[in-house]
């Protein structure tokens, strides 16, 4: 696919003649709300003969074409991940953010978010006023976020171990110290939850007194389509000839799974050009956009761990999981436990998630299904009414100062 600035020849082509063009003669592509052209009077335009092309009627067109190409044209220069922070903890490309808050923290449990390995972290704090972290702050939360940076060639032998065993305890760690605590909450979305889960089974002593994984896959057999193609590449191919596995290929996996998000789909456009004279929504594609061609090299060891281990193997439902000689059951998880998942996940479908209930051990776990896709439950235009209040009032009833007799520390 085509990234970052884009050659403006061939982009206003493709984009004004091959996706507004066809999309608009079969009547797919309607603008909510059409802008006048308050120079020119219906009668002048309609007063041009019509053997002509009539230039008149042409200047809306011409003005939603221009902002549609301002919109589309390089969103790797989109505003993103704007919330005030500050790096309180780093190793290698490794980074722990602590952001800071305007308002009094109400919940003195600190919540540690783990993004995934594979995609930028700043999807939980997209744009002001559609950011997951935005919100947990202005809920009174202490939110600290984990990104764990670009791996490059010297990381290529980087595994879960590393990851679980040594990265996410100091960030733990990190968290407490920060925040003069003993105890934290933590949110793994995605491929963040996989690491978070991971993390507990193998630390059973921890200190995380909650649980929450979002849109987590650990059902490896129920993956879809994304499961078949990886039981069918060779990872430790893949591993031999790149090293890191590119983030392009990464990219190329999603989009064969919705192919209408291809960049050069022209079902991709059709909400933009019908909303490209809201700024709003307008600002919200462009960051959207730059986050789904910002992907993330995969360290070349950690994917061929997941391909075997958890992929092919299904460790977590079928057992037999280590990481350095530990071993990782998720009947180990004690913790008040959240699992979330999206009813049109593409990515994560509901069979590869539903299982986590059936297998950590808490007292007090909850599983619910929410409206929304993979990305759009996170950081879509509904998240602030969907998701964010759920978790909110589930991880508020949990953060007390005094452990109930459902948290960690009464187990």
Not at 359 to 376: A, N, R, W
């Amino acid at each position: 696919g085509l990234t970052g600035a884009r050659p403006i020849g061939l982009y206003v082509i493709v984009h004004t003649y091959t996706i507004v063009h066809p999309l608009k003669r079969l009547g797919v592509l309607q603008p909510q709300k059409e802008t006048p052209v308050n120079t020119i009077s219906e009668s002048t335009a309609r007063s041009v003969p019509t053997s002509f092309v009539n230039p008149l009627t042409m200047f809306p067109d011409i003005a939603r074409t221009m902002r549609f190409v301002d919109a589309t044209f390089d969103t790797s220069t989109a505003r993103v991940g704007n919330s005030a922070k500050d790096v309180v903890w780093r190793r290698n490309k490794a980074r722990l953010f602590r952001y800071r808050s305007r308002t009094a923290t109400a919940h003195p449990v600190p919540l540690l978010l783990v993004h995934s390995l594979v995609s930028r972290s700043y999807i939980l704090d997209l744009i002001p006023g559609n950011s997951f972290v935005e919100y947990l702050l202005g809920q009174g939360f202490d939110v600290y976020l984990t990104d764990w940076g670009e791996p490059s060639g010297e990381d290529r032998r980087m595994q879960l171990d590393d990851y679980v065993l040594d990265y996410l305890p100091r960030m733990v760690e990190a968290v407490l110290d920060e925040a003069g605590v003993d105890e934290l909450s933590m949110l793994g979305y995605c491929m963040g939850g996989l690491l978070t889960l991971l993390y507990a089974a193998t630390h059973p002593e921890s200190p995380a007194r909650n649980i929450i994984s979002l849109a987590t896959p650990v059902d490896f057999d129920h993956l879809g389509l994304q499961g078949i193609w990886a039981r069918n590449v060779d990872p430790d191919q893949l591993v031999a000839r790149f090293g890191n596995i590119p983030a392009a290929l990464i990219k190329s996996s999603f989009q064969m799974l919705k192919p209408a998000s291809n960049d050069l789909s022209p079902v991709r456009y059709i909400g933009l050009w019908q909303n490209v004279e809201n700024d709003k929504y307008v600002e919200q594609f462009r960051a959207f956009d730059r986050w789904t061609q910002e992907h993330i090299d995969f360290a070349g060891a950690t994917f061929r761990q997941t391909m075997h281990d958890l992929v092919r193997d299904n460790k977590l439902v079928r057992g037999g999981m280590e990481l350095g000689g530990r071993p990782a059951d998720l009947s180990a998880i004690r913790q008040s436990f959240l699992g979330i998942a999206a009813e049109a996940d593409h990515i994560v479908p509901l069979a590869s998630t539903i299982v986590q209930t059936e297998l950590v051990s808490s007292e007090d776990k909850q599983f619910i299904t929410l409206p929304g896709g993979h990305v759009g439950l996170a950081a879509g235009r509904n998240a602030r009414k969907v998701l964010w209040p759920r978790v909110v009032e589930w991880l508020a009833a949990r953060s007390e100062r005094v452990a109930h007799s459902y948290s960690a520390a009464a187990d």
